[in-house]
């Protein structure tokens, strides 16, 4: 059922698990989502087989393809008179029978800054994923077919372990589809507002800490209580005290488990009211 005013962006590779729309399964290859306005509110049979000569809108060609024809790929139109000789990389994948609608906003010309903060995912090896270069997707930090009529297309990466990867949201990123904190150089009425891509400096690295050599014994060694950050939202102003032992179960933060050892918390005054990503 779509809305009238509302454009809809058509996969046409076939390969999308958001069917009958794109969620950027095409990139690496010569597809791109047909974007298409609804000019009453009414319900439209879309094409899923990928063969429809009146695309993106079902024409019945489905009826004269193969009953195992899901999940195979096909030259495009060839079940038409006229058939298409193109290359294996760049043949569509069918669906069987129209499928229902949702609705997509209308395409962008520029970057747009998510949000101003990285996205953690669980990523799992193997797993191909698909970053939103536009920032305009829905389904952030990964592409939903909103670039549709642009010049953007999603940046295609595969894990190679399963783990948490912190994706770029501000799209501005020189280490994209990654964070490499360039958000916090960006204004912070950011989010929602549109940029050229790569427009904001990279951050200079921060001179380091002289390093305190603190002589310890096999008892008192610290523990790593995870591997990974673990993000908070500090308050500007406010005193937090860092567990350094590690056996602290409020992690990142200190609860006392360190007493009898030489062990102390660090603490940390926040100096903005931000997200921070602290060691654990």
Same mark, same amino acid.
């Given at each position: 059922d779509v809305k009238a005013g509302?454009?809809?962006?058509?996969?046409?590779? $076939?390969k999308s698990k958001n069917q009958p729309f794109c969620d !950027? @399964?095409?990139?690496?290859?010569?597809? *791109?989502?047909? +974007?298409?306005? @609804?000019?009453? %509110?009414? *319900?439209?049979?879309?094409?899923?087989?990928?063969?429809?000569g009146t695309a993106p809108f079902?024409?019945?060609?489905?009826?004269?393809?193969?009953?195992?024809? #899901? $999940?195979?790929?096909y030259a495009p139109k060839s079940f038409a008179k006229q058939e298409v000789q193109i290359e294996e990389a760049d043949k569509?994948?069918?669906?069987?029978?129209?499928?229902?609608?949702r609705p997509f906003k209308p395409p962008i010309?520029?970057?747009? =800054? +998510?949000?101003?903060?990285?996205?953690?995912?669980? #990523?799992?090896? !193997?797993? *191909?994923?698909?970053?939103?270069?536009?920032? /305009? &997707?829905?389904?952030?930090?990964?592409?939903?077919? %909103?670039?549709?009529?642009t010049k953007f297309t999603p940046t295609a990466w595969t894990a190679p372990a399963s783990e948490t990867k912190y994706f770029?949201?501000? /799209?501005? %990123?020189? &280490?994209?589809?990654f964070c490499d904190g360039t958000h916090k150089q960006m204004p912070e009425d950011a989010e929602g507002? +549109?940029?050229?891509?790569?427009?904001? /400096?990279?951050?200079?690295?921060?001179?380091?800490?002289?390093?305190q050599e603190v002589q310890i014994e096999n008892a008192d060694k610290v523990v790593c209580a995870k591997r990974a950050p673990i993000a908070v939202d500090v308050k500007a102003g406010?005193?937090?005290?860092?567990? *350094?032992? !590690? /056996? &602290?179960?409020?992690?990142?933060? =200190?609860? !006392?488990?360190h007493a009898g050892t030489k062990f102390t918390p660090a603490v940390w005054v926040a100096a903005t009211s931000e997200t921070k990503y602290f060691c654990a």
């Open positions: 509302e454009t809809y962006y058509w996969c046409t590779c $076939g !950027g @399964a095409h990139a690496g290859s010569k597809f *791109t989502p047909i +974007a298409w306005t @609804a000019s009453a %509110s009414e *319900t439209k049979h879309f094409c899923a087989c990928k063969q429809a079902c024409d019945g060609t489905h009826q004269k393809m193969p009953q195992d024809a #899901v $999940g195979k790929a569509v994948t069918p669906h069987h029978s129209p499928i229902a609608t010309s520029q970057v747009v =800054c +998510a949000k101003k903060a990285p996205i953690p995912v669980d #990523v799992k090896a !193997g797993e *191909t994923y698909y970053w939103c270069t536009c920032g /305009k &997707s829905k389904n952030q930090p990964f592409c939903d077919g %909103s670039h549709a009529g770029c949201a501000c /799209k501005q %990123s020189a &280490s994209a589809p507002k +549109a940029f050229a891509p790569l427009s904001f /400096k990279k951050p200079e690295p921060k001179p380091e800490a002289p390093k406010e005193t937090y005290y860092w567990c *350094t032992c !590690g /056996k &602290s179960e409020k992690q990142p933060f =200190c609860d !006392g488990s």
